[in-house]
């Protein structure tokens, strides 16, 4: 079964691709990008329970697919449910002899708001309920699929459409939603963030998240050119970015233990980041300094949480 | 030997899913069901069952959950009531869009406000349309029988439907009543394993719920019809070969005593059996009366109900459920565009009551006959009745 491997550097890819050529993704969309490289570090063995969402919708309408994985569909709120059912599934038809033992991981894939918002609670049920099975949060900050509508997880400053920066606002004024710390409280064996301007620290998370007993969660950092307005070329820049000015911090949690992956000495100043996209034009001094704060509070959190489990 | 063993509905239901060897229990907890997931998941702590017990935290992923397991191809069962079946409304169209067998029984509730626990039809006339099989039971014994039959005929591969078995909250999810269990060895010989043909799997990779753009999307949705509405052959097919299996015999519309009736009462679910001895009061009166227990809601009996009707004059429909603003009851309006086209057909009344667990007693139902027919011979303006409700509502007009 196995194909053709590339070798970049010391890492070997699969040349298979899963996602096939042919969906509707925009134009230098990072998400599609890291999708790609998820399924290709996730292999065939996998069933695919996909919630509403960009993702969804750009890759299956009937009657073609884009899928060479099993995968399916059913709505937006209830993908980790419906994964907790294969799961189940799967491991009853097993352990009953009414299907031949294998490893077959079932993955869920939602954005951030059928994953912070509509979805928090069938999947911290899920979470709870130790099924074993990874869930992909592909975050690009808001309902984007809808039309750049605000999520919980559209950080502090941004315009959308439905909280647009205007004379008497600057977009959205709550701090985002930190959807791998609410992860992490369910004490599940396996937490991290990846990005796919980092793609091998990606694949490797999302490969450990696979290969975990019990539930594991990578929440993935997916830049949007459209929804956060900047030229199509620039989403590996972006992404870099924002792991660099610490707004975007690749981390993961192993039975509660916490190590930065990328942990450079100076982060670079926040509005490096922020002057890269449209969303954040409008924002005034003041508060890409009050983002700058918060940015480097909650790092310094999260560097405080990892020195503690430092060998 | 079969056995006949003393059983409320909820424990026959879970009975038969046990006998059904079911593969996956996904369930919420919820009044009057209970007793349902709770007696599964004793079985399962046992051992007397072999299935994976999904404790959910909501209907919604309850039946999310059926749809993941029914997906991979095992056998699948669920639980609710009221409330429950309303926060899972969206999905219970998925089920059944997708073609997902799986058996839910469905232990008819009150829907909120103000809140009620017990029993109408409410819960079950708001999923009247998601493309479900759904049938009707009047005892203990029809619980644990509609539910072993459910399976056999959503599982059919000419059918692939979900299928849901209705029975009404306290007034039999909680009444013991004599059941005869049959051997496990006749269960197997009437239920086959469950082989889904489309089952998820990595070999063989399927794309389940893509999107259906205008050009393709009202195909799909009349292929379900079509496929639903075919499926009656199935469900006739399963009563037959259940009764001639366990020997007990089950129809879409089953009449009782209405050979030259000329009134006749039309009922569901438990309160079937109270009207049946206000029929049989009566007719020791020499009353021209009989009664319709309409079994199968969907695919609905067209024929079967014209042909059981016919010759009657007055046909009374009761419904537990109100269709606020519309034309009477939702089964009476069902019943009356059922027959509007036919050339010989009864007048039909509509009759609301038995509501949030309003009882109904033989009298009531008496009541409901002597009036209905009154209606009919003096006419009446309103579009339909209430029983057993205080005070006199009238000004219901169309």
């Given amino acids: 079964m196995e194909g053709k491997f590339i070798k970049i550097g010391k890492n070997r890819v699969t040349a298979d691709e899963f996602v096939a050529e042919g969906h509707s993704f925009c134009t230098g969309c990072g998400e599609a990008l890291a999708l790609r490289l998820a399924c290709k570090a996730l292999g065939r063995d996998v069933i695919i329970a996909n919630a509403t969402g960009c993702i969804e919708i750009c890759t299956s309408p009937l009657p073609v697919t884009s899928w060479r994985v099993p995968w399916i569909h059913t709505l937006f709120e209830n993908t980790a449910a419906t994964a907790s059912g294969i799961e189940a599934g799967l491991k009853i038809l097993m352990k009953k002899g009414k299907m031949p033992e294998r490893d077959i991981k079932c993955v869920a894939v939602a954005g951030d708001g059928g994953t912070s918002d509509i979805g928090i609670q069938a999947l911290s049920g899920a979470f709870e309920r130790k099924h074993d099975f990874l869930y992909l949060c592909f975050d690009n900050e808001a309902y984007m699929n809808t039309g750049i509508q605000r999520s919980s997880a559209t950080p502090y400053g941004a315009s959308t459409t439905t909280a647009p920066a205007g004379k008497l606002s600057i977009g959205q004024t709550t701090w985002k939603k930190n959807m791998p710390e609410i992860a992490v409280a369910h004490n599940i064996p396996y937490v991290a963030t990846a990005c796919p301007s980092y793609p091998f620290d990606l694949m490797n998370k999302v490969k450990k998240g696979g290969e975990v007993k019990g539930p594991a969660y990578v929440h993935i950092f997916s830049p949007c050119p459209t929804g956060w307005r900047y030229a199509t070329d620039l989403a590996i820049e972006i992404g870099r970015l924002a792991v660099e000015t610490g707004i975007f911090p690749l981390y993961e949690v192993e039975n509660g233990r916490y190590k930065l992956n990328v942990d450079r000495p100076n982060l670079k100043p926040v509005e490096e980041y922020l002057k890269t996209q449209g969303r954040f034009r409008h924002l005034l001094d003041e508060e890409i300094a009050k983002i700058q704060e918060h940015v480097d509070e909650e790092y310094a959190k999260l560097k405080a949480k990892a020195a503690c489990f430092a060998a | ?398």
Avoid at chain 2, 127 to 132: H, L, P
Avoid at chain 2, 148 to 169: I, K, Q, Y
Avoid at chain 2, 298 to 315: C, G, H, I
């Fill in chain 2, 1 to 398: 030997m079969s056995k006949r063993v003393g059983l409320e509905a909820s424990h026959a239901a879970a009975e038969a899913a046990r006998m059904a060897d079911v593969d996956v229990i996904a369930a919420y907890p919820i009044t009057p069901q209970t007793h349902i997931p709770e007696r599964l998941a004793e079985m399962v702590a046992d051992g007397e069952l072999n299935a994976a017990y999904i404790p959910v935290e909501s209907e919604h992923s309850a039946l999310s959950a059926c749809l993941g397991s029914a997906a991979v191809g095992a056998r699948t069962f669920t639980a609710t009531a009221g409330q429950g079946l309303e926060l899972m409304h969206e999905v219970v169209y998925v089920a059944s869009s997708m073609r997902y067998p799986m058996v839910m029984t469905v232990c008819n509730r009150a829907l909120s406000a103000p809140l009620s626990v017990w029993g109408d039809h409410s819960d079950a006339m708001a999923v009247r349309d998601t493309g479900w099989i759904q049938v009707f039971c009047q005892n203990s014994q029809e619980a644990f029988d509609m539910t072993l039959w459910a399976f056999r005929v959503g599982e059919d591969s000419r059918v692939l439907f979900p299928v849901m078995v209705h029975f009404d909250g306290f007034n039999l999810s909680h009444v013991t009543e004599p059941v005869i269990l049959p051997e496990q060895k006749e269960v197997d010989r009437f239920l086959p394993r469950f082989q889904y043909p489309f089952a998820l799997d990595p070999d063989n990779p399927m794309t389940h719920g893509a999107f259906g753009p205008p050009d393709i999307y009202s195909e799909a949705k009349i292929a379900q019809e079509v496929a639903l509405r075919k499926s009656k052959a199935v469900i006739i097919q399963g009563f037959e070969e259940f009764g001639d299996i366990f020997g007990r015999y089950y129809h879409p519309v089953e009449p009782y005593g209405i050979q030259g009736a000329k009134t006749l009462l039309l009922t569901m679910g438990s309160f079937s059996e109270t009207a049946k001895i206000a029929i049989d009061t009566k007719k020791d009166k020499r009353e021209s009366v009989g009664l319709i227990n309409l079994r199968l809601w969907r695919p609905f009996p067209f024929e079967e109900l014209r042909q059981a009707v016919k010759d009657a004059e007055t046909l009374i429909v009761f419904d537990r459920c109100i269709s606020f603003g519309g034309p009477g009851g939702p089964v009476s309006s069902e019943i009356r565009s059922a027959l509007c086209n036919e050339e010989e057909r009864p007048k039909v009344v509509s009759f609301i009551g038995g509501l949030g667990g309003r009882d109904m007693s033989v009298k009531d139902f008496e009541y409901v006959i002597d009036r209905g027919r009154e209606i009919v011979e003096k006419g009446s303006k309103e579009l339909f009745e209430t029983v057993g409700i205080r005070g006199k509502v009238t000004g219901i007009r169309g």
